[in-house]
Nanobody, 122 residues
Framework: QVQLLESGGGLVQAGGSLRLSCAAS????????MGWFRQAPGKEREFVAL????????NYADSVKGRFTISRDNAKNTVYLQMNGLKPEDTAVYYC???????????????WGQGTQVTVSS
């Protein structure tokens, strides 16, 4: 029923930009906080950013503040992650997720997408 589908990943050089999208279906999108998480090989999944139901509240991991921007379009059931000034340390599989709470804890997100690969070279 519920599906979250990420897209927009790819290979870029350090300093480049990417815009990730996550299309949601099967849920009342506007009732959920949406988050972006990432997982690099050999590491645990970590929080990146979240946006509240009405985009009033935004939260970012310290490692991406000033470089990444999360946004959502409830009419399109889509959440975005604009990533600028990418660094090799940003290389990971990026996942979007939905939660009925505005939290950064991975354990409190009910629904997850399949992930999209972001690779930053140099």
């Amino acid at each position: 029923q519920v599906q979250l589908l990420e897209s927009g990943g790819g290979l870029v050089q350090a300093g480049g930009s990417l815009r990730l999208s996550c299309a949601a279906s099967g849920l009342t999108f506007s009732s959920y906080a949406m988050g972006w998480f990432r997982q690099a090989p050999g590491k645990e999944r970590e929080f990146v950013a979240l946006v509240s139901w009405g985009s009033v509240n935004l939260n970012y991991a310290d490692s991406v503040k000033g470089r990444f921007t999360i946004s959502r379009d409830n009419a399109k059931n889509t959440v975005y992650l604009q990533m600028n000034g990418l660094k090799p340390e940003d290389t990971a599989v990026y996942y979007c997720a939905a939660s009925n709470r505005m939290v950064a804890d991975t354990r409190k997100y009910q629904y997850w997408g399949q992930g999209t690969q972001v690779t930053v070279s140099s």
